[in-house]
Nanobody, 125 residues
Framework: VQLQASGGGLVQAGGSLRLSCAAS????????LAWFRQAPGKEREFVGV??????NYADSVKGRFTISRENAKNTVYLQMNSLKPEDTAVYYC?????????????????????WGQGTQVTVSS
C-alpha cells in the first residue's frame, strides 16, 4: 500500500484545513487508518484513528478535528477546524491491514506498517 498525503498549508489561527490521504496498491476499506503529527523538536504524536466502525481522537484535537473515509476513492480525510498555533506540525497518515487493533494500541505509531510522506500544516497566531 502506498499512501499520499496532501492538503497542508499555512492558515491563521481559527481557520480550517482538510488533509487527504489517498491510498494505492490495495483497497483500504477494512484497514485501520490513523493520523499522526510531529512538531519540530518533538516526538511523533497520535491525532486520531478510524477502525472498524469507530473513531478515536487525541484529547488535544477532540471536538475540532474529524476523520472520515471515502471508500470509493480509497481515501481518508482529516478535517481540522478551529486550528491553533500548537497544531503546527507535519501530519502523517498511516495504515495497517488489521481491522480490529485495540484502541490503546491503535494510538501507537509502531503498530502501523504503511506511512504517507507527511504534509506540513502551519498555523499562524
Amino acid at each position: 500500500v502506498q499512501l499520499q498525503a496532501s492538503g497542508g498549508g499555512l492558515v491563521q489561527a481559527g481557520g480550517s484545513l482538510r488533509l487527504s490521504c489517498a491510498a494505492s496498491g490495495r483497497t483500504i476499506s477494512t484497514y485501520t487508518l490513523a493520523w499522526f503529527r510531529q512538531a519540530p523538536g518533538k516526538e511523533r504524536e497520535f491525532v486520531g484513528v478510524t477502525r472498524g466502525g469507530g473513531i478515536n481522537y487525541a484529547d488535544s484535537v477532540k471536538g475540532r478535528f474529524t476523520i472520515s473515509r471515502e471508500n470509493a476513492k480509497n481515501t481518508v480525510y482529516l478535517q481540522m477546524n478551529s486550528l491553533k498555533p500548537e497544531d503546527t506540525a507535519v501530519y502523517y497518515c498511516a495504515a495497517d491491514r488489521r481491522y480490529g487493533i485495540i484502541w490503546s494500541r491503535a494510538r501507537e505509531s509502531d503498530e502501523y506498517d504503511y506511512w504517507g510522506q507527511g504534509t506540513q500544516v502551519t498555523v499562524s497566531s
